[in-house]
């Protein structure tokens, strides 16, 4: 990679951290890179009804269809004054760049875009090459990707989210589990006329932190975390609450189903009913309405499944020699600890999935959040060496 082609890398990273791009606002940064996209060579550009942007770098003959991946939708700023740089000024200081998004994850997707052209300037594979730009995974991991994958059929799938420039083959799925206990209101004077919903879910709760967490030796615990609690009504107003709501974070290992994930929690719903017939609860997967830039309307449960290559598949071999291959001889294989849009590539579409992009997890959503120079170089570089090795 030359020089100029370097100035270009960073300079397409610092116009897409200037474009802000809160989840469901992304239709300035697609319309930046549809320009760039098609200034840059790419052979074919389009956007999906979801909003999702596709590049292509046709191949030259029978090879295999490589996707690479990086969503480009951000989180919020929470508190602009938290904030010793610009967020979206995208300054350079130091070796980096700052600005929301820089390392979560637009600096990895100008990786991509910029890595997809010198392939095609050095010599096309004969595999397909795309880029994908896809919207709304912050809150709904791998809703967008699907429409993506449904389109173009990709045999092997990368997801730019980042790995200290490691080879990720897998990840922690994630399940939002709602649960509700029912009562009967009453005034609090008279409580003993009602049915306490908030005392059945403490009930619930104390029996669910018993269950056992499952565990993988790569992937870790699939713990399962209390994460909200609502009484209703609320305020009470001197009213015994006839329900209560609260919100538990599971976190999965491979083979995990929704049936199995909440058979545990039913099973001490129905224990508790047995001994008490006033006790009444509902537990089930949390589900949301997507609504894109593009007015798509749809869908969405919220449950993410992990997925796990094997350490010795000749595709994790030869992804690991072609990141070797350009200096980075310390890379090793790892896992991310958090949601990616591999849960539907590779946990639900069951596509061989790999994970590699430049910056490190905990730079994400951070106040004055940033990608070092370098390191996203050094992705470009390693995104054109997989291109190579696995569009064959």
Sequence with gaps: MNKQRKNQLIDLCVRMIQTPSVTGKEKDLIELLRREMSLLGFDEVQTDSVGNIIGKISGSGSGKTILFDGHLDTVSIANRKSWTKEPFGAEISEGKIFGRGSSDMKGALAAMIIAAVEVKESGRTAGDIYVSGTVFEEIAEGYALESVIKKISPDIVIIGEATELNLNIGQRGRAEIVINTYG???????????????????????????????????????????TDIISSPFPGASVIPEACTATFDRRLLTGETIELVLKPIQEIIDKLYTEDTTFKAQVDIAAM???????????????????????????????????????????????YSFCTNGSCSAGVLGIPTLGFGPSRENQAHTIDEYIVIEELEKACKGYMALAKALAV
């Design 184 to 226: 009967v209101p009453a005034h609090s004077s008279n409580p003993e006329i009602g049915v306490n919903a908030v005392y059945h879910m403490l009930k619930l709760i104390d029996e669910i932190r018993k269950i056992p967490e499952p565990s993988c030796p790569y992937l870790g615990s699939g713990n399962l975390v209390l």
């Design 289 to 335: 309405n997507v609504s894109t830039y593009t007015k798509h309307i749809g869908r969405h449960t919220r449950f993410a499944p992990a997925w796990l290559l094997d350490r010795e598949d000749d595709l994790v071999h030869s992804a690991l020699d072609a990141i070797h291959s350009i200096g980075l001889e310390d890379a090793a294989l790892g896992t």
